[in-house]
């Protein structure tokens, strides 16, 4: 029988002094009972770590976007440091997207 843990070690001592089977499993072959055991990564669970990571990604690079446009129609005078800057994080945000969004290789 496989045992879901989160991938913590506290909840491994929560699981193991709550579960009596499990304490004899780990009794007569501890290998083959840690290797019965199953973590879970809140990055697989949680949806809301992803959706608040693009939004805020995206919110930067549009912001960024609508800030450039409102400079340049409006003809205030900018640094070249600071359109370098704006870029630097505009392209940083859109690779970081895409790095999110893009699908991971299967294992």
Do not use: C, H
């Not at 630097?88 to 970081?96: D, K, V, W």
């Amino acid at each position: 029988m496989k045992t879901t843990i989160d991938n913590t070690f506290d909840d491994f001592k929560t699981a193991l002094n709550n579960n009596p089977k499990l304490q004899e499993e780990f009794k007569e072959d501890p290998v083959r009972a840690a290797e019965s055991m199953v973590t879970t990564n809140p990055k697989d669970t949680d949806s809301w770590i992803y959706r608040i990571i693009v939004l805020a990604l995206g919110l930067s690079v549009i912001s960024i976007i609508a800030g450039l446009i409102v400079i340049s129609v409006n003809k205030i005078p900018l640094e070249e440091q600071l359109v370098t800057i704006f870029t630097a994080i505009a392209s940083g945000s859109i690779g970081a997207l895409a790095g999110l969004l893009a699908p991971s290789p299967k294992k």
